[in-house]
């Protein structure tokens, strides 16, 4: 679900609209007194699986949130590597590859921030022309001398390209269609029954609003952290932030010894 606003608005209206069809089915035969304890037992079994299924569902969706994060963890780890290892090759190549890392990296950094289709759709596209160009610039020297040395910067920038590949693939991991059909449909008998088994007009009213109101929040809770563009709980790039920063920094300034130090 990618807008989470419109799934709570939708939730929420068709729950109450469920809750008030059940109540005009009590209007017309109601629950007598000899099947309330039978009612009872299949209302509170139903409320029970709803919480289950709600439950398993928020469960799905915070391991996919911290998936995507481990992942945006371990791509800025690949290419803080890659920009050391670029010593292991010659000059002008390491050169090379330092600048271009830099500019794959904000674009990176760019890729979790965006909105815009349009400009995910560029965004993609100058990526791939940046990754081709760095597979180049490590490959070739790496092709006409081929020592362990090289190899290791070869096998730097080899993850580098896989650790996006990783993090693309964690980002079109949601929770499938199949289990909002189910939850949904749940939650519409919950209502159902709800408002068939209402006692009396008041508190058929509070229940037609508090029910359909806390599983609606359960579905916006969901489907926000379910959305990594879309909403408001999103992974915020502080990794690439950072090696940005720090990058441009070393950059800018007399070659030092690098402020962070990333696993080769």
Not at 88 to 97: M, R, S
Not at 168 to 181: C, D, L, S, V
Not at 231 to 237: A, D, E, L
């Amino acid at each position: 679900m990618k807008f989470p606003f419109i799934v709570f608005a939708l939730s929420f209206v068709g729950l109450w609209l469920s809750a008030q069809i059940g109540a005009a089915l009590r209007k017309r035969r109601g629950v007598k007194e000899d099947e309330r304890e039978d009612f009872g037992i299949i209302l509170g079994a139903t409320l029970t699986l709803l919480g289950l299924i709600i439950g398993f569902s928020f469960s799905m969706a915070i391991s996919r949130y911290d998936q995507r994060k481990n992942y945006e963890q371990a791509e800025a780890n690949a290419i803080g590597t890659e920009y050391l290892r670029a010593d292991l090759l010659p000059t002008a190549e390491a050169a090379t590859v330092r600048a271009l890392l830099r500019k794959y990296l904000d674009q990176r950094v760019l890729f979790y921030s965006t909105r815009d289709e349009r400009q995910l759709h560029r965004l993609h596209a100058y990526t791939a022309q940046l990754q081709t160009g760095l597979w180049s610039a490590a490959l070739a020297p790496a092709a006409m001398q081929p020592t362990p040395l090289a190899a290791l910067a070869v096998s730097g920038m080899n993850d580098v390209l896989n650790s996006e590949g990783y993090t693309q693939a964690a980002w079109w991991n949601r929770i499938p269609t199949a289990a909002w059909g189910l939850m949904t449909t749940i939650a519409i008998c919950c209502n159902l029954l709800i408002g068939y088994g209402a006692h009396s007009a008041k508190t058929a009213t509070l229940l037609f609003l508090v029910v359909p109101l806390v599983v609606s929040i359960s579905f916006f809770l969901i489907a926000d952290i379910d959305s990594p563009r879309r909403g408001i709980i999103r992974v915020v790039p502080q990794n690439l932030i950072s090696l940005s920063r720090s990058l441009h920094a070393q950059q800018c300034a007399p070659p030092c010894s690098p402020k962070h130090e990333f696993q080769k």
